[in-house]
């Protein structure tokens, strides 16, 4: 523990310094009152203050963390919210406080900015000497800091202010798969494990799996998919969502964009993904695959149908095996898996390598710039941020022999119970030491410290738990993986790269063609699905198509194809 070494190493400094003590009184032959006088003094405590745009949280930090501080750096924080009277005090008195939160779009960090009450991260070589992980390991956050600075100072200065924070390590660290491709495993089994390699492929299988079983929990029919219709804009919601999950492409405007290539497909493309996905359906729907409700219904409606076993398979996790799973299916050996189909390539959204939602910065009127920026550059590193997260080192967490990490049992009663008592020195429970500071990495950005692994806790190897069912172990065994994340990180699937892209605002005019393009679209695209033959389906999609050209199709894809243009120009600039 690293309190018990502390107190030694105190212990062994004091009698070292009697030791010198007692040399000195013997050669000059003074007394000891004098010499006692002189005894250094305790360092008081440091300490500074927080300003956070967000969160609610107003006074001293408590518990492990504060533990930790005092420790390690010989401070406390005193965090209070922006809202509060005392923000508007300080800032007349230009005195914002040590270390600063900011919401990444604010107004307000601009205007303190333009107010010339942000430390200047390179004046006196603040980052050089006291934040050199963040100089070595976060080079993006700091180039798009000085972009931001560039921005709102409109090219006067690219100064150095601060950090965002959630970032990603590279290129390829990003967030959990959801397009997981869940499907009723013990049906799969039933059926013989048959090879899927393609679409075509899973439509039989699906075809078999409503065969196999036809009814629901409450005796009702079941379907290979149900669908809702509440989040659709332009295109259907979930027809362009199954190119995502079969493609890798990602929406963007009116159309589908491959962040591997850089083209962007528009909606109405002729054996463009869209159209592909919507004949798909229309297939399912055709085959009686498909619940006739999915036009008229909501999510909310079609999850209940879910979770009643009305469907053999879903595209996304939360509408398949985290609705399923329940313990009565559970029970009975039914469950739901991941099993995409071999050519499925699922994008999965990658982490932003120069941060986002939060800007972390110091204040000009700081006493203690250094002593901020070694807080901050702690925070930068594995052990900063694995501690922030879990508690202290050792106690709650660790890496074993093999360069994987792993909670102790401490930590993982923490985790379980967060009302859990540390002790071992550290005072109160683990929430009431939580961190009041937004972390720098993201949750799911990559431990260089490790053999692959995450600082999420809950992909570890160490926290992948044992097949707690029958149906589970098969899957595991029949796959060769642990653990769903596992499967799909090591089969094919496509990474979309973490920028600062978002789509910009359309022109009036655009606006109102938008509207009427995409109420076409949609309207009809579901026309299209619910066709009674191959001949109607290709008649409606003829008509969608002239429709949605003649009212503003085309101007729709410019803009489109512009703001593809836009994300490509910034996922080129990644430094990977």
Not at 271 to 297: A, E, I, N, T
Not at 428 to 455: C, K, M, R
Not at 535 to 558: H, L, P, Q, T, W
Request: aromatic share 12%.
């Amino acid at each position: 523990m690293k309190k018990i070494k502390m107190k030694k190493m105190v212990s062994v400094l004091l009698i070292s310094s009697m030791a010198l003590g007692l040399t000195s009184l013997s050669g000059c032959g003074r007394s000891d009152g004098n010499n006692s006088a002189k005894k250094e003094k305790k360092k008081e405590i440091i300490t500074l203050d927080v300003f956070c745009e967000f969160g609610s949280f107003h006074g001293v930090q408590e518990g492990w963390m504060a533990d930790i501080l005092k420790e390690k750096f010989n401070v406390k924080l005193n965090i209070t919210p922006f809202f509060s009277d005392e923000y508007e005090k300080r800032l007349k008195e230009k005195d914002l406080g040590d270390i600063l939160l900011f919401q990444e779009s604010s107004t307000i960090y601009s205007e303190i900015l333009k107010k010339g009450l942000l430390y200047d991260w390179n004046h006196d070589d603040l980052l050089e000497k006291h934040g050199p992980y963040i100089k070595d390991h976060m080079g993006n956050a700091l180039k798009k800091n000085q972009k931001l600075t560039a921005a709102i100072t409109d090219g006067s200065s690219d100064k150095l202010y601060g950090i965002s924070c959630y970032m990603g390590a590279s290129a390829k660290d990003h967030q959990p798969f959801f397009y997981t491709w869940d499907l009723r495993w013990d049906l799969y089994k039933q059926l013989g494990y048959p090879k899927i390699d393609n679409l075509e492929d899973y439509e039989k299988l699906l075809k078999d799996m409503v065969k196999a079983c036809p009814k629901d929990d409450s005796g009702n029919k079941a379907y290979a998919s149900i669908l809702w219709s509440d989040w659709d804009e332009s295109m259907i919601f979930y027809v362009k969502a199954m190119a995502s999950a079969y493609y890798g492409f990602d929406e963007l405007g009116m159309g589908m964009y491959d962040s591997k290539t850089g083209t962007w497909h528009g909606a109405l493309d002729k054996d463009g993904p869209y159209l592909q996905m919507l004949k798909f359906y229309h297939k399912l729907y055709q085959d009686g695959l498909l619940d006739p409700d999915s036009r008229k219904q909501g999510y909310e409606e079609a999850i209940k149908k879910i979770e009643d076993g009305g469907a053999m398979f879903s595209i996304f996790n939360y509408s398949g095996s985290m609705a399923y799973n329940e313990q009565k299916h559970v029970r009975e050996g039914k469950m739901m898996q991941a099993m995409k189909p071999g050519q499925a390539s699922p994008i999965v959204y990658g982490l932003n390598m120069g941060g986002h939602s939060s800007i972390l910065c110091v204040g000009t009127a700081s006493k203690y710039p250094e002593k901020c920026m070694e807080l901050i550059n702690w925070m930068a590193t594995p052990e900063g941020c694995l501690t922030m997260n879990y508690g202290p080192k050792e106690l709650c967490w660790k890496y074993n022999d093999q360069k994987k990490t792993e909670l102790t049992e401490l930590g993982k009663k923490c985790k379980e119970n967060i009302r859990t008592e540390l002790g071992n020195g550290y005072q109160g429970t683990f929430v009431e030491g939580t961190p009041q500071i937004a972390p720098l990495w993201h949750n799911d950005a990559s431990n260089p410290e490790t053999d692959g692994e995450t600082y999420n806790y809950e992909c570890w190897e160490s926290s992948i738990s044992k097949p707690k069912t029958k149906v589970e172990k098969d899957w595991q065994e029949k796959t060769g993986f642990r653990s769903v994340e596992d499967y799909l990180e090591k089969g094919e699937h496509t990474v979309s790269p973490g920028t600062d892209f978002d789509l910009g605002e359309k022109p009036r005019q655009l606006k109102k063609l938008w509207e009427r393009v995409g109420k076409v679209m949609a309207e009809q695209s579901w026309d299209a699905i619910y066709a009674k033959s191959d001949a109607e389906y290709d008649r409606i999609v003829s008509e969608m198509i002239e429709k949605c050209k003649k009212i503003g199709y085309k101007d729709c894809a410019k803009w489109s194809k512009k703001e593809a243009a836009k994300r490509r120009t910034l996922e080129d600039a990644l430094v990977k």
